[in-house]
């Protein structure tokens, strides 16, 4: 795969003060690369040094292969940008701001007016694009944006919290449409506040503290978080031997046991967690080494990426 974005060491600040303290990043050509961060974390800024819109206070920025503070127009053509907020024309129509942004990236008339509809439609926007950008509603702006940002066919798009304050449903659609655009092959580079959203992508990284606390394919950064993966028993009777046969099992690396009594019946129920490298694997080991003893529920525990951004960023 080759790296279409490259970052080393790359530092910037504002005022003294510095944002991103030296980020090392690869991104490969044909993925979803999402930027994940609370706000403030300087997610919109490394957006702004990849697409050349700011240079760094230290440290490299490539974007195939070129310094982007220094493209010209035909570089500038293989990229999209999405930025934050609305910049596009509110006194224009859809099909209007769409047609100007096409004629700034030079595309001459006929293949302008195919791909001003190609990509009206695929932004569900073809039957609004008489509306004036000033009438349509936030979500509507914001697929006029992408839709502003994809019509001269970039091979790299930035988008920068596309789905910012959008309802699941169209967020939802938004990343549908990252996965139609990856699987045509375009590299997309996007940030987001929404943790969740991380499992969307195929890559991750983690901006907490001006630096990449980590990166990596969602389950990556999941298995590295919590050690592997997590298997929640619960069996009859007081916590102690079964938990300790389990512990010996081959693929079990850590068990935590905790003593519960039934609300029903006061009687003792011991839960058993186990950190295990692989649930398949490990499960069917569990049942036969707990064969005769009383399982009163068995389950893969799949933590929140919520949970998984929390221990990373915590160390
Ligand atoms: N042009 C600028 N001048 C001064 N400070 C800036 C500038 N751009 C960004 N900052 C500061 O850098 C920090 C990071 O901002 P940035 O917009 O990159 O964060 P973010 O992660 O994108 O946040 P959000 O999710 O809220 O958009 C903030 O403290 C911000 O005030």
């Known amino acids: 795969m080759t790296d279409v974005i490259q970052a080393e060491g790359v530092a910037r600040s504002f005022g003294g003060e510095e944002v991103l303290k030296g980020v090392d990043l690869a991104v490969g050509e044909g993925e979803i690369f999402g930027l994940i961060g609370p706000s403030g974390a300087g997610k919109s800024t490394l957006v702004r040094l990849l697409t050349g819109y700011l240079r760094p206070s230290r440290g490299?920025?490539?974007v195939f292969g070129r310094d982007p503070a220094s493209f010209g127009a035909a570089d500038r053509r293989r990229i999209g940008f999405m930025p934050q907020g609305f910049v596009l024309y509110e006194g224009l129509s859809v099909r209007q701001n769409v047609n100007f942004a096409a004629g700034l990236y030079g595309m001459w008339l006929g293949k302008?007016?195919?791909?001003v509809r190609e990509v009206l439609e695929f932004t569900e926007l073809w039957k609004d694009r008489r509306k004036a950008a000033s009438k349509l509603s936030g979500g509507m702006q914001r697929r006029l944006q992408l839709a502003a940002a994809l019509v001269h066919e970039p091979q790299l798009l930035f988008v920068d919290e596309p789905t910012a304050n959008l309802?699941?449903?169209?967020?939802?659609?938004?990343?549908?449409?990252?996965?139609?655009?990856?699987?045509?092959g375009r590299t997309i580079f996007v940030t987001t506040q929404y943790v969740?959203?991380?499992?969307?992508?195929?890559r991750?990284?983690?901006?907490?503290?001006?630096?990449?606390?980590?990166?990596g394919t969602p389950e990556e950064l999941r298995?590295?978080?919590?050690?592997?993966?997590?298997?929640?028993?619960?069996l009859g009777g007081e916590p102690g031997r079964l938990g300790?046969?389990?512990?010996?099992?081959e693929g079990v690396g850590h068990v935590v046991e905790v003593r519960e009594e039934n609300p029903a019946d006061g009687a003792a129920t011991s839960v058993?967690?186990?950190?295990?490298?692989?649930?398949?694997?490990?499960?069917?080991?569990?049942?036969?080494?707990?064969?005769?003893?009383?399982?009163?529920?068995?389950?893969?525990i799949h933590p929140s990426f919520d949970e998984v951004f929390l221990r990373l960023v915590r160390g």
């Open 223 to 234: 298995r590295r978080a919590f050690g592997g993966e997590t298997i929640e028993l619960t």
């Open 60 to 62: 490299s920025v490539r």
């Open 204 to 215: 991750v990284g983690l901006l907490s503290g001006g630096v990449l606390a980590a990166v």
């Open 244 to 249: 300790r046969q389990l512990g010996a099992l």
């Open 272 to 300: 058993v967690r186990l950190v295990v490298e692989d649930a398949d694997v490990v499960l069917p080991r569990a049942f036969e080494a707990l064969r005769g003893a009383e399982v009163r529920s068995a389950d893969v």
């Open 167 to 184: 309802d699941p449903i169209l967020r939802r659609k938004f990343w549908d449409g990252f996965g139609v655009l990856r699987d045509m």
């Open 196 to 202: 969740g959203e991380a499992e969307l992508c195929d």
């Open 112 to 115: 302008r007016r195919r791909r």
